[in-house]
């Protein structure tokens, strides 16, 4: 069974998108902050992360930025699920290997479950 660890800091929505993914036959982990999220990917060891930008504490971006920087963390599929604008995403975040960029708002969970299976079947 593929894992997609969900890293999100609003409860009901990382609770829905791991209902939804699990309705699709995924293993859906959620942590509800940056640090729980970097712990948790070396005991979970997921197939892809769906990673929150706007975050307390730490942020998706310094997430990605520390998980880029081990080697185990490089071969990591990352979709940046988010409701920030594409226009609005911190620039350094075109350098750090994301598969994709998703709007929470302008996609249901559906769709996004149908991203994550189209990206993990690759």
């Known amino acids: 069974m593929k894992k997609v660890l969900i890293i999100e800091d609003e409860v009901a929505i990382a609770n829905m ?7 699709n036959g995924y293993e859906a982990k959620v942590c509800l902050n940056g640090e729980d999220g970097l712990t948790e990917i070396s005991h979970f060891n997921p197939d ?3 990673l929150d930008l706007r975050m307390p504490g730490m942020s998706g971006v310094e997430v990605l930025k ?24 911190p620039s350094e975040i075109r ?4 598969e994709r960029y998703i709007v929470k708002a302008h996609h249901t969970p559906a769709q996004v479950a149908d991203m994550v299976s189209e990206i993990i079947d690759q």
């Open 17 to 23: 998108y791991k209902f939804k993914l699990a309705q």
């Open 95 to 98: 350098f750090l290997n994301i």
């Open 48 to 50: 892809l992360i769906l």
């Open 66 to 89: 520390k998980l880029r920087t081990s080697e185990e963390g490089a071969k990591i599929r990352v979709v940046i699920l988010t409701n920030i604008s594409r226009d609005d995403a």
